[in-house]
């Protein structure tokens, strides 16, 4: 009886051990034991070209829009084993489907890996791409496809570029870029080629508008990708591309 009692005593505190630790786990360890969720998603990263090979990243965030008292913040590693850092994100429009788009900038920052924490109506909610954090590799999250900003140094006036990156969904698929030079009285459909695939699995296509610069003003455009049936488009969350989208 007594070694009975002696090993409930010993698996009691193994067990109170074990639950000590786990905790110590999860509390020392936020981003990595946050299950997924769709409150909120990295929806794509955007990449702007700037001088002496400088780039602004712009990271969009889609999310729930439900609830008061938003803040979305990305927490992020600028050097391997330093303190995480917060950069705050600001809200940039509201969907029909009930969602949100928000936007963090992280301008001229070294970043080596990130995950999206979303604050609302006292609850936490993270994306940190099912716990292996995202890098500046990961350019589409719940988006399937993006435009890719083009460069505005050595833009020519009447050639004007098209890179457009999407998920591999399928082997057949048809990228389009739809454009305007008249304010969408008239418009032209116009394909992409392949051109690459990216490190993260994604793919680059591209092509090349010609212009009329005098109408460079009345010049639109949006992105559609057309893959197993279904036709999935970028047009800027509904305001589209214009011509000085590069700038």
Known sequence: M???????????LALTICLIATLFTFTNNTIKTNAATTKVQMYYLNTIPRYHNSSLHEVYVILDSNGAN??????????AGAAWKDLSGEFVKNLNNGTEIWKIKLED?????????????????????????YTLSNELGAANLKLNTPS????????????????????????????????WATYTDQN???????????????????????KKDQV??????TVNGVTYWDNFFGDNYNYYSAY
């Open 109 to 133: 920052k070294t970043c080596l890996q990130y995950a999206i924490r979303y604050d609302v109506d006292g609850q936490t909610y993270w994306d940190n791409n099912n716990t292996k954090n």
């Open 192 to 214: 992409l080629s392949y051109s690459y695939a990216n490190s993260d699995g994604t793919e680059t296509w591209s092509t090349t508008l010609k212009l009329d610069y005098n």
């Open 220 to 225: 639109h455009y949006a992105i559609s990708y």
């Open 152 to 183: 505005q140094y050595g833009l020519n006036a009447e050639y004007y570029p098209i890179n457009v990156t999407v998920k591999n969904l399928a082997y057949n698929k048809v990228v389009k870029v739809r454009y305007t030079q008249d304010n």
């Open 2 to 12: 007594n070694k009975i009692k002696k090993l409930k005593k010993v698996s009691i």
């Open 70 to 79: 938003k803040q979305v913040t990305l927490h992020y590693e600028d050097e």
